[in-house]
């Protein structure tokens, strides 16, 4: 048996964190059950959220791939043109370590840390701007799938307000009429799965505004769990989350423009582990 010690430079998961070490997403939890995993030397037997400074250790049974394979893994689509990739949890999309460094790719849209899910990158300036400007006519349909709070039963319900964005706070607030300095939103909301302690949420953002999805479920009476910003602590504590459960399930492009018009009507999609299970 192997033991590993990792030191932990950014917040995240368990799992993801084993993840991006090249340990399966079986194997990972194979080791919690085992109870082979310790955070701060205090042993663990279920996903937990790791912080920036906590020391994890791991006794490994079986030979592990490298961090390069498991990025290579999260790739769903890559051609001369453009990568659409599968992100996880406490990744950011720019800056040191996210995933345009990575990939060695440019940002053309944007998902929050712990939003989990589908993003796409340009590989060469003329792709970015051709993207940049689909995003900006709602040429690219985004579709994700929340866990809330409670039972919904919302069929293509449509939900426009406004939002006022607070820069200084990084949050934002939702409002049913306009309010001085606040920006008309729109999304739409269809239940998938409901009982009464969650409901899964398919969401279609019409427009594209900061935690818009985040703010407007909570605004609704429904908070994601696992939502440290937006949610209620007692409620994410009940659910044992720590990361919002929102996750960038689906990406449809409609209408590009040159060089990317090869691409139109095609739809990426993946599901996160916890809605197939």
């Given at each position: 048996m192997e033991k590993k010690?990792?030191q932990?430079k950014?917040?995240?998961?368990?799992?993801?964190?084993?993840?991006?070490?090249?340990?399966?997403?079986s194997?990972?939890?194979k080791l919690?059950?085992?109870k082979?995993?310790?955070?701060?030397?205090?042993k663990?037997?279920?996903?937990?959220?790791?912080?920036?400074?906590?020391?994890?250790?791991?006794f490994?049974s079986e030979?592990?791939?490298?961090?390069q394979d498991?990025?290579?893994?999260?790739?769903?689509?890559?051609?001369?043109?453009?990568?659409?990739?599968?992100k996880?949890?406490?990744i950011?999309?720019?800056?040191?370590?996210g995933?345009?460094?990575?990939?060695?790719?440019l940002?053309?849209?944007r998902?929050?840390r712990n939003?989990?899910?589908l993003?796409?990158?340009?590989?060469n300036?003329e792709a970015?701007n051709a993207l940049?400007?689909?995003?900006k006519?709602?040429?690219v349909?985004k579709?994700?799938?929340a866990?809330?709070?409670?039972?919904?039963?919302y069929?293509n319900?449509?939900?426009?307000?406004?939002?006022?964005?607070n820069?200084?706070e990084?949050?934002?607030?939702?409002?049913?009429k306009?309010?001085k300095?606040?920006?008309e939103?729109?999304?739409?909301?269809?239940?998938?799965?409901?009982n009464p302690?969650?409901?899964i949420?398919e969401?279609?953002l019409?427009?594209?505004?900061?935690?818009?999805l985040?703010?407007s479920?909570?605004?609704l009476?429904?908070?994601?769990?696992g939502d440290?910003?937006?949610?209620k602590n007692?409620?994410?504590?009940?659910?044992?989350?720590?990361?919002?459960?929102?996750?960038?399930t689906?990406?449809t492009?409609?209408?590009l423009?040159p060089?990317l018009?090869?691409?139109?009507g095609?739809?990426?999609?993946?599901f996160?582990e916890?809605?197939?299970?």
């Amino acid at each position: 048996m192997e033991k590993k010690i990792y030191q932990i430079k950014q917040d995240c998961d368990v799992i993801s964190f084993l993840n991006g070490e090249g340990i399966s997403y079986s194997y990972a939890c194979k080791l919690l059950r085992n109870k082979d995993v310790r955070i701060n030397e205090v042993k663990i037997k279920e996903n937990q959220p790791i912080f920036a400074g906590d020391q994890l250790t791991v006794f490994l049974s079986e030979e592990i791939v490298s961090p390069q394979d498991i990025i290579k893994k999260w790739i769903v689509f890559e051609d001369d043109n453009i990568v659409v990739v599968n992100k996880g949890v406490g990744i950011e999309i720019e800056g040191k370590g996210g995933l345009c460094e990575k990939f060695k790719a440019l940002a053309v849209h944007r998902l929050d840390r712990n939003t989990t899910g589908l993003v796409v990158m340009a590989k060469n300036k003329e792709a970015q701007n051709a993207l940049t400007l689909a995003f900006k006519n709602h040429e690219v349909e985004k579709k994700y799938i929340a866990e809330v709070v409670g039972q919904t039963s919302y069929k293509n319900f449509r939900h426009n307000a406004f939002l006022l964005k607070n820069s200084q706070e990084s949050l934002v607030k939702i409002f049913d009429k306009q309010v001085k300095g606040s920006v008309e939103i729109s999304s739409i909301f269809t239940t998938l799965k409901s009982n009464p302690s969650s409901s899964i949420v398919e969401c279609t953002l019409i427009t594209g505004k900061t935690h818009q999805l985040r703010a407007s479920l909570a605004h609704l009476g429904h908070p994601i769990i696992g939502d440290g910003k937006y949610g209620k602590n007692e409620d994410n504590k009940k659910f044992k989350q720590k990361f919002q459960r929102l996750h960038s399930t689906s990406l449809t492009f409609k209408q590009l423009p040159p060089p990317l018009s090869y691409l139109n009507g095609r739809t990426f999609k993946q599901f996160p582990e916890w809605y197939k299970q």
